[in-house]
């Protein structure tokens, strides 16, 4: 609340981090009053947007009470500052008319701020969907020293590899149970069988290091060795996802994969209108299903400015198609109903019916007159 409304480094202690990371940002500070015109921005800042009434709520408290949480900063080559957490407090102190603000300094290199960073970020109590996910993404490529886009492989590869392991205890139980009823050399069969399956779906996914696995490798020619490298998952990796998602608390590396990664392909207008928190990722997801671009944005400014529910959203959409569907031209609407008929006749009984193929052929003959007609 008030001047410490923000969400601040010194909260970073409730979140689960790893033993090294926690003793870098702990050690060797000390505190100062700065001058703000000596503070530089990180450009690179993982937060976006900031939202201009919240901001003059905040300076407002500051004119009252002052900052109360300090800003992070560390200090540069040439004199000057860096801001590595409190923006917000950063500019809403400008707002104040505050020409000097409370800091503490600590050395730290470029890995370290940027952690410090995502995480004070990812730990706003006004963080949008959007912006949660590019923070985590950004923080796993970090972690994992990956890019983005081999970060979402990853992912994709964990969730194929559970999925594998789902089905092969699936398979493990309908064994049980076939072992009940069926001959004991049979039994060995489908043993052979199961173990034969599992262990090339697993070829891809985990690694082996027994001499069996050796012998394999040995016959693999170097394109395809390469590719059964790159879908290896390492125990560690998992590890490291599995540790980002437990601090964080609010989502599952599953959930993530298949509800949030897909707001990325979302188009660029539905994009910035999550990153600056003025619709749900919910409503924007169902608004981008929307083709027309005129369209879209028409809805997308109708949803933000009529605060429209995600069911009135909805039914606009359904009328938009319902729309497109009326708008087909009557030729191309005959044409394919004519072939549509054309398919059916194919298969229907009717030609075994002398009554009704000669009811057929005169309904043919009508058409055939009507077109000559048309065509003098």
Same mark, same amino acid.
């Given at each position: ?13 409730? /979140?689960?981090?790893?033993?090294? &990371?926690?003793? @870098? ?6 505190? $100062?009053?700065? #001058?703000? *015109?000596?503070?530089? +921005? ?33 200090? !540069? $080559? ?36 940027? @952690?410090? @960073? ?20 950004? !923080? ?21 590899? $559970? ?9 493990? =139980? ?18 052979? /069988? %199961?173990?034969?399956?599992? =262990?090339?779906?697993? =070829? #891809? ?7 069996? *696995? ?39 590396? *599953?959930? &993530? ?52 529910? +995600? ?8 009328? !938009? ?16 109903? /004519?072939?549509? %008929? ?9 030609? #075994?019916? /002398? ?8 309904? +043919? ?5 009507? +077109? #000559?007609?048309?065509?003098?």
């Amino acid at each position: 609340m008030f001047g410490g409304e923000d969400s601040d480094f010194s909260e970073q202690s409730s /979140v689960p981090t790893t033993s090294d &990371f926690s003793e @870098q940002i702990s050690g060797n500070k000390t505190s $100062n009053t700065i #001058d703000r *015109e000596q503070i530089k +921005l990180d450009p690179n800042q993982p937060r976006r947007y900031f939202d201009p009434k919240k901001l003059e709520k905040l300076a407002q408290s500051i004119k009252e009470l002052g900052i109360l949480e300090p800003l992070l900063v560390r200090p !540069l $080559n040439d004199g000057y500052y860096e801001l590595i957490a409190g923006e917000r407090r950063f500019k809403a102190a400008g707002i104040a008319g505050l020409s000097e603000v409370p800091c503490i300094v600590k050395e730290m290199d470029d890995e370290t701020v940027k @952690q410090v @960073q995502l995480i004070e970020n990812l730990q706003r109590e006004d963080l949008n969907a959007y912006e949660e996910t590019i923070g985590i993404l950004e !923080l796993l490529a970090l972690r994992l020293k990956m890019t983005q886009d081999e970060v979402i492989s990853l992912l994709n590869r964990i969730e194929k590899a $559970n999925r594998k392991k789902a089905d092969k205890v699936i398979r493990h =139980d309908s064994k049980e149970q076939t072992d009940n009823v069926i001959h004991h050399d049979s039994k060995e069969q489908a043993d052979n /069988v %199961i173990r034969h399956d599992n =262990d090339e779906s697993e =070829d #891809d996914v985990i690694r082996h290091n027994d001499e069996s *696995e050796d012998k394999k490798a040995d016959n693999v020619t170097p394109s395809k060795r390469k590719k059964q490298a790159n879908n290896v998952i390492r125990l560690e990796e998992i590890e490291i996802v599995n540790k980002v998602f437990a601090s964080i608390g609010r989502l599952s590396a *599953e959930s &993530f994969r298949a509800n949030r990664l897909p707001l990325l392909n979302l188009p660029g207008d539905i994009q910035q209108a999550l990153a600056s928190g003025t619709i749900e990722y919910t409503k924007a997801r169902a608004i981008a299903r929307v083709k027309s671009e005129p369209e879209r944005l028409q809805l997308l400014d109708k949803a933000i400015n009529q605060n429209l529910s +995600l069911t009135q959203i909805k039914e606009i959409i359904l009328g !938009l198609e319902s729309s497109e569907q009326k708008e087909i031209p009557p030729e191309k609407a005959a044409s394919q109903r /004519v072939a549509n %008929i054309g398919k059916r006749l194919k298969e229907a009984k009717v030609w #075994d019916d /002398v009554k009704k193929r000669r009811k057929l052929e005169k309904l +043919l003959g009508d058409i055939e007159k009507l +077109l #000559d007609e048309q065509a003098c």
